[in-house]
């Protein structure tokens, strides 16, 4: 179902986030982002000028190159685009990226090395949907190669996905039928146990 009908309203701004997942020859795994930030009006920066609208305000790329543990094995980062001439500065420091594994923690991990003055709040912001776009290549690629699910390929091991949202929960259907062994039924509620009472 989509959105309600809008107000009227005009556009002024445009953020598009693309991320993409290739699969290697060499057996690794391309995790790439695209940010691109438009205004729909022209303005005047003091730093680039005169900017017409549809002209990139950010307009940034990064390409994580991890292996099948998850681990970032190589960082690539272009910025075309950005509001001012100082921020390419930064692109260095995402190197501190390389050997750290995408897993819990990335978050943490990445704003140890690139919080603050140390990054770039776009660049950053990417990290968290690239590590998104990592498994949602690389563990569907493994399903079809292998046809079945990684997590059964280990037996007894916790599946990553367990309680990280709600059709995840460890009492959902889905964990029931996917992951019986790690299926608990939702403790009954006071209300519900006293209407069988």
Request: proline share 9%; net charge positive.
């Amino acid at each position: 179902m989509p959105l309600p009908e809008p107000e009227t309203r005009a556009p002024l701004h445009c953020r598009q986030l693309i991320c993409r997942g290739y699969q290697r020859q060499d057996g690794l795994w391309d995790i790439e982002g695209h940010l691109c930030d438009t205004k729909d009006y022209d303005f005047t920066s003091r730093w680039r000028g005169d900017v017409p609208a549809g002209d990139p305000i950010h307009d940034m790329w990064i390409r994580l190159t991890v292996d099948d543990q998850f681990i970032v094995r190589d960082v690539q980062v272009a910025v075309e685009k950005s509001p001012y001439p100082i921020c390419p500065a930064v692109i260095p420091n995402l190197q501190r990226l390389k050997g750290i594994p995408i897993a819990r923690g990335w978050r943490r991990a990445v704003r140890e090395r690139l919080g603050g003055i140390e990054g770039c709040t776009h660049l950053v912001e990417m990290l968290f949907p690239l590590a998104t776009a990592a498994f949602q290549t690389i563990y569907p690629a493994r399903i079809r190669d292998q046809g079945q699910p990684v997590e059964d390929l280990k037996a007894g091991d916790r599946p990553m996905l367990l309680n990280t949202c709600h059709a995840y929960a460890e009492s959902s259907p889905v964990v029931r039928d996917l992951y019986p062994a790690h299926y608990r039924a939702a403790p009954a509620r006071n209300g519900a146990a006293q209407r069988r009472t």
